[in-house]
C-alpha cells in the first residue's frame, strides 16, 4: 500500500520488519496480525496528523476499517508535511 512506501520513505525500514530467516508465511502472518511500530519512535516531529493518518491506514487490516483511508487524504498530509520541510 501507499502508507508502507511512505513509512518506508520517512524510517528507512519496513512497518513490520522480517527476522533473519523468518519464514515467508510466518512473515506474512504477523503482517496480518501486528501493528508496525509507530512512525514517531523513528521520525521526530512528524506532524501528528499525518503520523496518525499513517498509522491508522497501516493498523486497518480489513478493508472494510481503510474505507475513508484514501490516497488524496495521504497526499494531502505528505503535502503539508513537505512544505513545512521547506519552509
Excluded: C, W
Excluded at 511512505?6 to 510466518?26: C, F, Q, R
Aim: charged letters at 25%; aromatic letters at 6%.
Amino acid at each position: 500500500s501507499m502508507a508502507v512506501i511512505v513509512y518506508e520513505i520517512l524510517t528507512g525500514k519496513l512497518p513490520i520488519e522480517a527476522s533473519d530467516g523468518e519464514n515467508k508465511i510466518i512473515y506474512l502472518r504477523r503482517v496480518a496480525r501486528e501493528n508496525p511500530v509507530n512512525i514517531n519512535h523513528y521520525v521526530k516531529g512528524l506532524p501528528s496528523n499525518l503520523a496518525n493518518f499513517l498509522m491508522r491506514t497501516l493498523a486497518a487490516k480489513d478493508p472494510v476499517e481503510r474505507q475513508g483511508l484514501k490516497i488524496d487524504r495521504l497526499a494531502k498530509e505528505f503535502k503539508l508535511y513537505a512544505e513545512t520541510l521547506a519552509a
